[in-house]
């Protein structure tokens, strides 16, 4: 079984020498995201804004890898703030529809943004 690297343009860079996203198999492991602009700029702002910003970057490295936030199994949430937690939980309902892939929520020390968020999706058959 081959792996595919992918990465898109459409979504904040990887901020080191990672991947947005590989492909193996069925499944495609998405990076974790974080409030970043497709240029590297940093979404300042409040909660709700760097949370959409990182949801929806998740979901454009889905989409360059021929999936989406509806094929997740698997999902880790990191927040630098616990009581953001309820917020994030309306929007992850938001993202990710009717029937949720797991998730684990820790607390985290993140680097200068509130958020960030990995996953793991399932597309049997899929192409890269």
């Known amino acids: ?6 990465s898109t343009q459409n979504a904040g860079p990887p901020g080191g020498p990672y991947s947005q996203a590989v492909v193996a198999g069925d499944f495609v492991y998405l990076a974790g995201a974080i ?4 240029d590297g700029s940093r979404v300042q702002g409040s909660f709700d804004e760097q949370a959409r910003a990182t ?3 998740l979901a454009a490295v889905a989409k360059a890898a021929g999936a989406s936030l509806a094929d997740a199994v698997r999902v880790g949430v990191y927040l630098r703030d616990l009581d953001d937690f309820a917020v994030m939980n309306e929007l992850f309902a938001e993202y990710f529809g009717d029937e949720p892939p797991a998730r684990t ?3 985290a020390n993140l680097p200068g943004f509130d958020i960030e968020v990995d996953a793991v999706l399932y597309r049997p058959g899929g192409q890269a």
């Open 55 to 57: 949801f929806d970057n």
């Open 1 to 6: 079984m081959a792996k595919h690297l992918i």
């Open 105 to 107: 929520t820790l607390q």
């Open 35 to 38: 409030p970043a602009r497709p």
